[in-house]
Every structure is written in C-alpha cells, then in structure tokens.
C-alpha cells in the first residue's frame, strides 16, 4: 500500500481539495484463454457439451495438447450445432511466471463471453482462444469493481483478538482473555452470536465498490527502482486500486464488474508517493 495525492471528487467538506487517500498497488499480469467451454440448456440447468483447447498454451498450463487440425474441426462442428448450444464460455489462467513470483500453479477460472446468441458468443470465444488479455482491455481508470479474493490467515484464535470483547478484570478471574458469560442455563445451547474462540481469517470474501484509480505500464512510476516492498520488481501491467484489498502480498485476487452499475469517475491524481523496497 501507498497513497496518493488527489482533488477530492466526493460529496464532502474537502471537495474539490487536495486530499492524501490510502491506495493498494496491484500487479496484474496478463490472464491465457486457455479453452472455449460449451453447455447446453437443461430442465435441471446447463450441461456440459464439450471443450475446445488452445494449442499454444503455457506449458505450465497445458492439461492436454490438442493439435491445430482437431482445434479447427471441434468448433467447426460446434458451429453445426449452435441451435443446441445454450451458452458458451471462456476457461482463463493465470500466468504466475510474468510476475516474478516463481513456479507457481496457474489458477483457472470460467468467465462468460458477450453476445445475445449462441452463435455471437462463438464467435467472440473462438477470435480469443489462444490469446492473452490484458488488464488495459476490460478496465479503465475511474472504473467500479468487485474484489473476491481469500483474506490472510491467523488460524485459531481467542476471543479478544478475533471480536475484540473486552479483558475481565484482573483480580475478578483466574483468567483474563476466556470471555465473559456465553448465554442462560435454558436454552441448553450457547447462541452462534456469542463470540467463541475458533478460526480467524483465510476466508473467501467479495469486497465491493472498489475504485480502479490509474492502470499503469511502468513500476518507475510508484517506485524510484521500481520495486515495491515486501513484493519485488513490478514486471508488467499494474492497477492501483483505491483502499486496502484482502489478503497477502502475491495472493490472487480477482476483479469483476459490480453487480449495480456505478458511474465511471475519473479520478484527478496530483502525485503518487513512490514506495522502495
């Protein structure tokens, strides 16, 4: 994290003045269409129908290793049967390897591809397979996302540092950090309200209203040596996100469009405070 110098763009006392925010940078290589996945439409919902790989994937990637001949005939015959397709989607991964972080498993995940019909879907999924997309084709600066990532793990945990509840006295107990009462004797059973000692963080969690501030191509541009701390050198495209985001440095994050439409805002960024390691 950093911050950065800005013109307040907010409905507030400090509007229209120069205000620091507290700002996450965020390296995001570029992700592989690695497949083009068919369903078709059931009464129990959607089925799959079948699979087309790419032939150049990464080689860290690679699952199976389809040849350019049978690609080709696969979606050929899928454009055929278009009447039966019920929808078509993108199987993406992660490329670890052009960030630095090492020989690290890429993750896959399923995205749905535009269009109002089977066939335009097609379309659009076969002019990707194969392809790298880069952050700078779906975001802009000023752009409301979806955080979904998994948060930073503490294991088990009491209750004073898991919900904060107060320390008992200390000449009143044999201990201080168990808690107070956890409920009546009737109902023989303690409430999932009351705070209980058990596993804190590494959970799943979506953080919405996230603002893209600047999508930039350059680490010089918020490190002297372009470099951050705790991280490393800044290899490729970067976004630097309004406010703090879950989890660790080189945990993955996945950014999606809101679910609510928001308005784009373009924010006014004067300086950002460059960050070394």
Known sequence: MTRVIMVDDSESLTKGQEVSKAVTIVETPPV?????????????GLRRMGEVVATNAPKEAQRVKPSAKKTKRII???????SEIGEVRVLLCTQPRKSGVGNKTPDFFEVAIGGKTATEQLAAAAALLGKEVKVSDVFKDGVI??????????????????FGVALN??????SRRHGGSIGPERQA??????????????????????????????????????AIA??????????????SLPGPSKRLIVFRKPLRHFAEKK???????????
């Open 230 to 243: 705790h991280y490393g050198l800044l290899r490729g495209d970067f976004v630097i996100m309004e406010g």
């Open 145 to 162: 996302v979806d955080a979904i990532a998994v948060t930073t793990g503490y294991g088990w945990q009491g209750v004073v540092k898991r």
């Open 267 to 277: 924010p006014d960024i004067k300086l950002v405070i460059k960050q070394n390691a």
């Open 76 to 82: 050929e015959d899928f454009e055929k049967r278009a």
């Open 32 to 44: 592989f269409v690695y497949s083009v996945v068919f369903y078709e439409a059931t009464p129990f």
């Open 189 to 226: 059973k303690v409430s999932y309200r009351v705070p209980r000692a058990g596993q804190m963080g590494f959970h799943r969690r979506t953080e919405r209203v996230k603002r893209v501030m600047r999508v930039l191509h350059d680490g010089h541009e918020v490190s002297e040596t372009g």
């Open 169 to 174: 006295p200390r000449k009143a107990t044999k």
